[in-house]
């Protein structure tokens, strides 16, 4: 029910932003606003002050929203009212009003990234855990409880950073933009800082996806590997192990952190039976020596090992929040950083360079709403700054039916001295509705399988 909610909520926002936008531009330049619409079909609410004011309506349909203004090319206008059709506003008026719901979208999406910063959020701190054996990150000398400071395009201008989404964010631009990145490093303490270079512009990748990740090898939030609550009768309490063991050694290698630790039991049960491992756990300041033979189970068609017991420490977590202008700047660069990377992903999968699977649906939408709503405010407000951008782009394609393709006609207007005849206008429609249909059934097709685990 809440997933529902979320994203009944999300698109009611969206949608009234950015028909909002086109609204208000439109009475700004003097045009006559007929109905203004959330959702289609049966009307189940309408309000209308006069009746010569415009008509609000709630709709049962809420996919989606419009704005009808007055215009002679959909049906007769009185004589006195010509002046304030739509058809007959000056041409920069009428871009004006097209682009100004895409627009007032990305103006929104700023404005929930600042919210975000704003308000604050608990976010793991940028200390690493074991990267991946042979990866880029190991080969660049990163280790368990590495302290990522601070991060650099080109080893000069150095960005500091609070927390690893942030550090994940700046690795996901370096990937899509070709280039290196430089890390600025300390201990998990602050000591002893030193630099590494990333070489992300070796990858040949244009986007983030598991093979990228795995070749990066970056590790995921530090922990400690420490064991939590045990399930009685399982294997972990069955070797002696107890809540508040400190793993130091097993079979005599140390143990770098909770990832580590947890991929090493899952390695011993991949015989059968498993092999048995010698653990060197701290308890409350002694060493002890425990044999442990992790169970068998089946995950994903493969065997592994379990000690059924809650393996890793909480990460560090730091309250990342930022002040009024500083936080404000910040949603604007991010909304700016994520439009840029939607227009080159769009680019890169009509090429070819990247796969359609990137294309999400409305019930991708629907899931992730539910989500980060669940999460907490901050999350959510963030996911929802997401969607608008990801709307105000998709609308501005140059893609008949869609702002875009009306910024297009206009742009020819401009450039032509002469609107693009009716003729054409059809026949461009009905190609955008067919691309748009395509586009609609193949996100929808990626949300099945996202969602069935076929991805």
Known sequence: MSTVLAFILTLAVLVVVHEYGHYRVARACGVKVLRFS?????VLWRHQRTPDSTEFTLCALPLGGYVRMLDEREGPVPAGLREQAFNNRPLRQRVAVVAAGPLANLLLAAL?????????????????GAPLTGSMAERAGLRAGDWVQAVSADGQQWRELQSLAELRWQLTQAV????????????????GRRSVLLDTDSLGAHEIDAQVVSKLGLGPAFSEPVLGRLTPGGAGEAAGLKEGDLVRRVDGVPVADAASLRELIRQAGQSE???????????????VELEVRPKVMVDAGRKIGRIEAMV???????????????????????????????????GRMLVGEASLKNLSGPLTIADYAGQSARSGLPQYLGFLALVSVSL?????????????GHLMYYLFEGLSGRPVSEWWQTQLQRAGALILMLMMALALSNDVARLTGLH
Do not use: C
């Not at 959330?38 to 049966?42: A, I």
């Not at 929930?112 to 690493?128: D, M, R, S, T, Y």
């Not at 039976?273 to 060493?287: I, K, L, T």
């Open 38 to 42: 959330v959702g289609f079909g049966r």
């Open 112 to 128: 929930l990234f600042a919210g975000v910063n704003w308000v604050g959020q608990e976010e793991p701190k940028p200390i690493l």
């Open 392 to 404: 105000g782009v998709l609308n501005l394609l140059p893609l008949p039916m869609l702002d875009g």
């Open 176 to 191: 899509e933009q070709g280039r290196k990145l430089h890390l600025e490093l300390s201990d998990a303490q602050g000591h």
């Open 273 to 287: 039976p498993a092999r048995s491992m010698q653990w060197q756990v701290e308890r409350h300041g002694q060493m």
């Open 312 to 346: 890793g420490a909480a990460p560090a977590m730091v309250l990342v929040r930022y002040g009024l202008w500083d936080g404000l700047l910040r949603g604007v660069e991010r909304t700016w950083d994520v439009s840029a990377m939607t227009v080159k992903m769009f």
